[in-house]
């Protein structure tokens, strides 16, 4: 986890990618290397999901490549066989993250109240997913629950755009954030991967200003 954890922190932000079809993932992945953020949480929301990381990880493999909502063990097994690096899932699901512990599969389970949290240090984990970020409370809930919990660290998804990431990012409680609004859905069904290795570059110039004020 630690390694996992160090690049996450370094990358600051984390794409998450929605992929319907698995000829965008090399595309894709030469975009988001292009901008200097060789990083994606492909999401197993599609049925593309599973070939799509196997191809990015084949193909760029200096790309660091996770699995995000993740529901089952089989999409555990399926995920990490393909290639995937790490696991997100959107909530706590104990099964799963029992699984990924037992696997030394670094995991990274969605928390969003102290219940869950304890869940989660009390299985060791050191990094959580806060998600829905923003329509949870954002920053300011982060902030109260990580103060009992003084070894933890977030990672919020869900809301986290180029507007607000410095709100994020400021708080020593977040690891790095979630966001998508660099491979906006539209943009990879239309092939516009140069325009996403624009916004990639934009967002990899911005976590780097944010970090230096």
Known sequence: MGEVAEKIQKMGVVPVVVLNDA???APLAKALC???LPCAEVTFRTDAAEESIRMMTTEYPEMFVGAGT???IDQVDRAVNAGAKFIVSPGFDPEIVDYCLEKNIPVFPGCITPSEVAQAVKRGLKIVK???AEQFGGVATIKAMAAPYVGL????TGGVNAKNLESYLSCDKIIACGGSWMVKGDLVRDGKFDEIQKMTEEAVKLVADIRSR
């Not at 660290?153 to 919020?156: A, G, L, Q, R, V």
């Open 23 to 25: 000829k965008d993932a």
């Open 34 to 36: 292009g901008g200097g």
């Open 70 to 72: 993740v529901l089952t």
């Open 130 to 132: 806060f998600f829905p």
């Open 153 to 156: 660290k977030f990672m919020p």
